[in-house]
């Protein structure tokens, strides 16, 4: 491969052209399906984004700031569980204590985080077991609370514009309001900072607690409004907390572009890679795949992208080209 | 230090309050936590501390592989569940060739099977959580296509596999197997060359590339090992359940790690044992053994065990930053 084409590889952004192949492989699906696609597998796919895209900005902000949360997965559940209990007789209410409850339950673990300087990922895996608890508790064991408010739900499923519903609009709404603060706020140009360097950041002038605590915040209120709409949606909220959505919302985020060292991303490539999950597994759908393949396929899709994005292949790639040239009697280049 | 010098009796550093402060508290917990069992009717019974011994034999050999993938500076593995439950119907449908054929199978795969993620991981720094997070999801959907669901069960004619159920004076076999992997892989660690690298290239694994330590074959051996312990677990779990479905899965992941975090194994790596850990996961086992005899609901445990994680890391991370 000359140096000219390795060079636009590297340019070219991984987010949009997985995207663009996920939505084309939708599109051929129906010859090597049984099913076809019309306007209801996009309806399916929004459907999908509304599920999965709270966790996935969750699971994403705290990617850029150079962190890994593992709870916000429990934090939805959380949100969806007090939608429920708390929300009969006035939704708003219900979703108002779900975005503080997700607010509290993140801060105090990016509060350990951020001045503490403990790592992460054993601080949230704490976390998403003591939230798993309190879900557990909330809900008395049972598989499914159901709420009772039926009003809402209907409201949050009426169909706008054909493929979207009200519910994939808010949570659009949401999304478009976050990469704004991020794209134009000194907040956002901190988050980069911090998760790029954290130690540089602070030398130049950054208030690194300050943003490590306001990312896990935010991604806490987003984690437990979208499932206190989600559970409105769904009319039930369940009293386990299942991993697997954090495994689909991790796979999104990475393969939407965000760098799992930290630093860089945005909510357009969240979103993208949420829309690119959510058209391979309607694809998926349409082919009539076993869903067991389907958890292979996201499961393969998640490996590849963590091994090509490995940290140090820089260097093993270097390291073979030089042993390459040695071989060859060239000069090490 | 030759037998003549005299050796100098060097001042004992001042404690600070703070870590007298932590150190006081810690042992108060201690303390607290131990009455509390105690004081827990029915728990000091032998049929309950035995019932005890069965449940951490599982979680705690799946917490000693953990343990050296901590160690090691590679967080953990999330497939180490999903390989137990293979592991175990490897083992019950390999039983048809005979009771070593079924062991040697089982043991195989969990090594190759687990050492094949530490790779990238080690050759390449890839991110351990996802690798194992993909690999586990291949892995398990993998099995459901090719045995379509269905449970693994033990086939007719197979020679008798009770003895991995049994009990001596009480005690279950398989916390025999549990304390004898604990003191093994002890051993390893603080006495082999391999256990050695295995901590210097947690705590700086640069440093230790720079030296020369293997780092890729340190990450591939831990890997390795964790997944002999998953696959031992698996073959334990098979003999107990008499048939081995991925359910077998359970929380045991995380039980896992969080028992070897609750022993003072730190994420980010170059601190941690084996008998830590194999106290961790005793330690668990008997609180959440005292909640249920006090009838407290299954969240409470849940909440119970991710406080105490919670705790447990921030003591570790502070004890760790005020030695260095």
């Given at each position: ?313 820089n260097r093993v790639r270097d390291m073979v080209r030089v042993r390459i040239g040695l071989l060859r009697g060239a000069p090490a280049s | 230090m030759s037998a003549s010098a005299p050796s100098v009796l060097l001042p004992r550093p001042a404690r600070s309050p703070a870590w007298l402060l932590l150190r006081g508290g810690g042992l108060a917990v201690i303390a607290a936590a131990c009455w509390f069992l105690f004081a827990t009717h029915g728990f000091a019974t032998s049929r309950n501390l035995d019932a005890i011994l069965l449940s951490s034999s599982l979680v705690g050999l799946l917490a000693l592989g ?259």
């Amino acid at each position: 491969m000359t140096t000219h084409a390795r060079t636009m590889l590297r340019v070219v952004p991984r987010g949009p052209v997985i995207f663009a192949a996920m939505f084309a492989f939708l599109l051929i699906s129906p010859t090597f399906g049984t099913g076809h696609v019309d306007t209801g597998s996009f309806s399916d796919v929004m459907t999908t984004f509304a599920a999965v895209a709270p966790v996935a900005v969750a699971v994403g902000l705290g990617m850029i700031a150079g962190q890994f949360d593992l709870s916000c997965v429990a934090t939805y559940g959380l949100g969806g569980m007090l939608a429920v209990k708390f929300g009969e007789s006035s939704p708003v209410v219900g979703l108002l204590i779900a975005t503080g409850a997700g607010i509290v339950a993140a801060t105090i673990q990016g509060a350990v985080v951020a001045f503490l300087r403990v790592n992460s990922v054993p601080v949230t895996l704490g976390g998403y077991l003591a939230l798993w608890g309190i879900v557990n508790l909330l809900g008395h064991n049972q598989d499914v609370v159901v709420y009772n408010n039926t009003g809402v739900n209907t409201w949050l499923i009426t169909p706008v514009l054909g493929i979207f519903t009200v519910e994939s609009v808010i949570i659009i709404g949401v999304i478009v309001a976050l990469s704004l603060v991020l794209r134009f706020t000194r907040f956002g140009t901190s988050l980069r900072a911090v998760g790029g360097d954290i130690n540089a950041a602070e030398v130049a002038g950054v208030r690194a607690n300050r943003v490590l605590i306001g990312a896990f915040a935010i991604g806490g209120a987003v984690a437990g409004f979208g499932g206190g709409i989600q559970a409105y949606a769904l009319v039930s909220a369940s009293s386990s907390v299942s991993f697997a959505p954090l495994i689909i919302a991790i796979t999104a985020v990475i393969v939407g572009g965000v760098a799992m060292s930290g630093g860089r991303g945005t909510m357009l490539a969240i979103a993208t890679g949420v829309l690119s999950l959510a058209l391979l597994t309607e694809a998926l759908v349409v082919l009539n795949v076993d869903p067991q393949v389907v958890t292979v396929v996201t499961g393969a899709f998640l490996l590849v992208v963590a091994l090509t994005g490995a940290s140090e292949l820089n260097r093993v790639r270097d390291m073979v080209r030089v042993r390459i040239g040695l071989l060859r009697g060239a000069p090490a280049s | 230090m030759s037998a003549s010098a005299p050796s100098v009796l060097l001042p004992r550093p001042a404690r600070s309050p703070a870590w007298l402060l932590l150190r006081g508290g810690g042992l108060a917990v201690i303390a607290a936590a131990c009455w509390f069992l105690f004081a827990t009717h029915g728990f000091a019974t032998s049929r309950n501390l035995d019932a005890i011994l069965l449940s951490s034999s599982l979680v705690g050999l799946l917490a000693l592989g953990q343990t050296a993938i901590m160690i090691s500076g590679s967080f953990f593995s999330l497939s180490l569940a999903a390989t137990t439950a293979i592991s175990a119907m490897v083992f019950l449908s390999s039983l048809r060739f005979g009771l070593v054929p079924a062991f040697a199978l089982a043991l195989l795969f969990g090594a190759l099977s687990s050492g094949i993620q530490g790779l990238p991981v080690g050759a390449w720094g890839a991110n351990p959580i996802i690798v194992t997070i993909g690999f586990g999801s291949v892995m398990e959907g993998a099995i459901v296509v090719i045995t379509g669901g269905s449970t693994v069960n033990i086939p007719s004619g197979a020679p008798s596999i009770h003895f991995l159920t049994s009990s001596v004076d009480g005690i279950p076999f398989g916390f025999f197997v549990l304390v004898a992997g604990a003191v093994g892989l002890e051993f390893v660690l603080r006495r082999t060359r391999l256990g050695l690298s295995t901590y210097l290239v947690g705590e700086n694994r640069r440093a230790a590339r720079a030296a020369g330590l293997p780092v890729g074959g340190v990450a591939f051996g831990v890997f390795v090992v964790a997944g002999v312990c998953a696959a031992v677990a698996g073959i334990l779990a098979g003999a107990v359940s008499q048939g081995a479905t991925l359910s077998i899965e359970g929380t045991l992941s995380f039980n896992a790690i969080a028992a070897a975090l609750i022993g003072g194994c730190a994420v980010a790596g170059g601190r941690g044992s084996a008998v830590a850990t194999l106290a961790g996961t005793i330690g668990i086992s008997a609180i959440n053994s005292a909640l249920a005899l006090r009838n407290y609901a299954n969240g409470v445990q849940i909440l119970v065990e991710g406080v105490i994680v919670f705790v447990v890391v921030i003591i570790v991370h502070l004890r760790t930053r005020s030695r260095s």
